[in-house]
């Protein structure tokens, strides 16, 4: 007989307090309105020009996986998201596996934030050290989430109606460039398909960068426990999340492609949207972009922090890791232990590690992850007596998408992910938690 979920004691829930808007700013300030910025570039060389194709494809691709996120939440409207899902619906071991594997990718976030801030700062003062910034940037993650889920929330409304307000100020620019530049037909429809420079295979190569954009609308999931009626909005908020988030990229890059049209010549890959604001706008605009991409990753940190602190509460409080302390809340109902554990190691990380191998290191785990959360929505369905091919086919094709994906990772970052595995391995069995099913129903 199937093992059934376990229930949480009341002593250990947290408060439901979000509402679905509250959501969705949650789940675009932690992808960013202007994710597609900061890999236009890398993108727009893949691709070969093809960026808004890539992007769109990507996002396709993400609401299968959406969809089965949804789903999920609705059977199980617990913190603990991927973990608990495939924990629950497939087998403790492969939840245990796939809690160790978006938890690399959760903590890996706030880093990558951080180092990128840091640098970025710089820019801004240069005769300040590094360090100096790492600190203050780890140190403000920290702080925010210390104050509650609400603050932050609250501190997201802000965010995401800053950086939509200079997202405006580039599209204004871009048009009356564009306006003067006399284009012809066939130069608005190149950034979706050019003949001349059209391949299957680079543009699969973009897709998959591309799919950079749209990571972190999972972490919509991990605060079921925060949410009123978590079993309708989040699969709304995450669906949701994803489709604002792709239509607002495609039109930025749509936008970026007009006015730069020559992919193999930026001055800077990295930093190629700056460089094509600076052509619109001169250098307020540039300025104004290179500020807005440095508050947008203080968000995107500060909100992946969040994320992991309430993963870590949910593997904690199964005492898959140590229960008495990532298992705590303080009075106000923060995982606060977790929180204080996240900011310290990427105080330290960030001092440690380069930008580019954090980068490759995150998509494994994410991508573990979603084709966790497919098969477990796949198995879901096929639980019930009257299964459907129709209600299974995003799962297949989420799977199938996230998989393919995952198979075009480096192989620095699938050894070095393949080594965190190993060790959640040996870790989980030294402590049972490899056949411990999840808490699960929290109502």
Known sequence: MKQQPRAVSDQRKLRRVLTLSDLILYGIIVIQPTAPMPIFGVVSQQARGHVVSAVLIAMIAMLFTAISYGRMARVYPSAGSAYTYVGNALHPTLGYLTGWSITMDYLLNPIICTIWCSKAAQNFAPWSPYPAFVCMFAVLF?????????????????????????????????????????????????????????????????????????????????????????????????????????????????????????????????????????????????????????????????????????LLFGMGRDDVIPKKFFGALSTRGVPHYNVLFSGALTLAASLALSYELSVEL??????????????????????????????????????????????????????????????????????????????????
């Not at 919509?220 to 994803?242: F, H, K």
């Not at 979603?370 to 209600?391: D, E, P, T």
């Not at 799977?399 to 040996?426: D, H, P, Q």
């Open 142 to 310: 920290t702080i925010l989430n210390l104050r509650g889920v609400k603050t932050s929330a609250q501190f997201n409304r802000w965010m995401v109606a800053g950086m939509s307000m200079v997202v405006v100020i580039f599209f204004w620019y871009a048009v009356e460039f564009l306006s003067a530049q006399h284009l012809a037909a066939a130069d608005f429809v190149r950034p979706v398909y050019d003949s001349s420079t059209f391949s299957w295979s680079a543009l699969s190569r973009g897709t998959a960068i591309a799919a950079l954009t749209y990571i972190g609308f999972d972490s919509v999931s991990t605060l079921s426990e925060e949410v009123a009626n978590p079993r309708r909005n989040i699969m709304l908020a995450t669906v949701l999340t994803c489709v604002i988030t792709g239509f607002l990229a495609a039109a930025e890059v749509y936008a970026g492609q007009l006015v730069w049209p020559d992919f193999r010549h930026y001055p800077d890959v990295d930093t190629a949207f700056v460089h094509v604001a600076g052509r619109v706008g001169g250098p307020f605009l540039f300025g104004l972009v290179n500020l807005t991409l440095l508050v947008a990753t203080v968000g995107s940190g500060a909100a992946a922090q969040l994320g992991a602190a309430r």
């Open 362 to 443: 995150l998509n494994f785990g994410a991508f573990i992850a979603f084709m966790g959360v497919n098969a477990s929505a796949l198995a879901q369905g096929g639980a019930k007596s009257r299964w459907h091919w129709k209600n299974s086919l995003p799962s297949i094709l989420g799977f199938s998408v996230c998989f393919y994906i995952w198979l075009n990772l480096s192989g620095t970052a699938k050894i070095a992910g393949g080594s965190w595995l190993a060790a959640g391995l040996a870790y989980g069995a030294t402590r049972g938690s490899l056949k411990r099913r999840p808490a699960a129903i929290v109502d």
